[in-house]
Antibody, heavy 121, light 110 residues
Framework: QVTLRESGPALVKPTQTLTLTCTFSGFSLNTRGMCVSWIRQPPGKALEWLAH???????YYSTSLKTRLTISKDTSKNQVVLTMTNMDPVDTATYYC?????????????WGQGILVTVSS | QSALTQPRSVSGSPGQSVTISCTGTSSDVGGYYFVSWYQQHPGKAPKLMIY???KRPSGVPDRFSGSKSGNTASLTISGLQAEDEADYYCCSYAGSYTVVFGGGTKLTVL
């Protein structure tokens, strides 16, 4: 059974750096073709893709946010970490991690429950 | 990477069919056969319903079907049921390992 779970702070202040961790089970990021992505959703708004990391440690970022994002993995802990710098109230959103198999970048077949992050002073 | 265009809302009565459109460009929807659709109930994570334009993952009812013509992909739900009421999002590969989502469509079952 595949599971993913996001963890991190529920509240961050403007200009701070957000660090989120996705802890997963039921698959390995050492498996060829396996990937984990981050996607966010502001309250009442649409989904927005943020970043992917694949089994070979290749990293891909949203063009509009790439200067603020860093994605990394720790395969020994089955974790993927996303950092986002210079947080702003418009970054308030539920942040999801999701799995991709066989490099099918648009096919998120398993999702975490999401974590709501509020940016406020 | 501009969001794909979806109608904000659609509605239908139980048993009817509804179609949700998803319009992009030749750089995303029109350029690849890599479109997926997600169902999201309030307060829940999205669920994959369609991939590769028209394929259904195991467990998704065959009432859900997908298609594509040019720069527009479509999701059709036939035999509407109360539990189909949710938000639906399309997603397309947009080249260079990136993806783009649609703005979302709220489906109301009357």
């Amino acid at each position: 059974q595949v599971t993913l779970r996001e963890s991190g702070p529920a509240l961050v202040k403007p200009t701070q750096t957000l660090t989120l961790t996705c802890t997963f089970s039921g698959f390995s990021l050492n498996t060829r073709g396996m990937c984990v992505s981050w996607i966010r959703q502001p309250p009442g708004k649409a989904l927005e893709w943020l970043a992917h990391i694949d089994w070979d440690d290749n990293k891909y970022y949203s063009t509009s946010l790439k200067t603020r994002l860093t994605i990394s993995k720790d395969t020994s802990k089955n974790q993927v970490v996303l950092t986002m710098t210079n947080m702003d109230p418009v970054d308030t959103a539920t942040y999801y991690c999701a799995r991709i198999q066989t490099l099918r970048w648009y096919e998120f077949d398993s999702w975490g429950q999401g974590i709501l992050v509020t940016v406020s002073s | 990477q501009s969001a794909l265009t979806q109608p904000r809302s659609v509605s239908g009565s139980p048993g009817q069919s509804v179609t949700i459109s998803c319009t992009g460009t030749s750089s995303d929807v029109g350029g690849y056969y890599f479109v997926s659709w997600y169902q999201q109930h309030p307060g829940k994570a999205p669920k994959l319903m369609i991939y590769d334009v028209n394929k259904r993952p195991s467990g998704v009812p065959d009432r859900f079907s997908g298609s594509k013509s040019g720069n527009t992909a479509s999701l059709t739900i036939s035999g509407l049921q109360a539990e189909d009421e949710a938000d639906y999002y399309c997603c397309s590969y947009a080249g260079s390992y990136t993806v783009v989502f649609g703005g979302g469509t709220k489906l109301t079952v009357l």
